[in-house]
């Protein structure tokens, strides 16, 4: 399997397939709003969109970065959206860098977003469906986020069936500037569990692909059962 790593900014052209990478939070997120029981996440361009969004559909709930601020309904935050009741919801989701890097290869024919708790379902679909050539999208810090840039290579060396040990990327992943961040309290809107949360290794059995559904990108679960 061909493997690329790049920048949200590196990416030229459409791949056959994306792999977005944001550990720290944005995915890790979105995999906890379907475990609480979001029906679709729709990725929004810009804020503005987000609110307009949701002002079209009042059902809708909107989802950003940083303190929580009028007309959003929760922040990106796993240890804060876990005891949320998403049940049937749609959740429109804006966020610095994993949104951004979704937005930004929207149109190849394949889009997955991961994070450490959805690594192993997610290089179990690239496996299924035999992809050759896969582009990883690394979203912070213009390409060069640890905590993404280990998640990304983990879910390549488990999609080429090399028995990867995550242990080494894990903890490069902890050791980033991220998760530093996120500990000391400089990143608004944080819980002290985000960390923990963010490295919890395959805590979910899906993974996510990103398709266009009437002029938007639209977030879904995708099940994908362990080999046997």
Known sequence: MD?????????????????????????????????????????AGSLDEALALKARRPGWVALKDGAAAPGFDAVNSPG??????????????KTTAGTVGALAVKDAPLVLCAGFVVAGATARLLRDRGCGSVTYVVTGEDGRAEEDLACAQYIAGRAAGDGTDAGPYLR???????????????????HPDDVALCLELDRFPFAMVASQEDALTVLRPVAVPAAA
């Open 80 to 93: 804060l959206l876990r005891d949320v009741d998403l049940g049937g919801r749609t959740v429109v989701q």
């Open 3 to 43: 493997s690329r790593f790049l920048g949200i900014d590196e990416v030229a052209g459409v791949p056959a397939v994306a792999v977005v990478v944001d550990v720290m939070r944005a995915f890790t997120v979105a995999a906890w709003a379907f475990e609480r029981g979001a029906e679709k996440i729709v990725l």
């Open 172 to 190: 490069r992943a902890a050791g980033s500037r991220a998760a530093a961040e996120l500990a000391q309290g400089v990143r608004e809107g944080a």
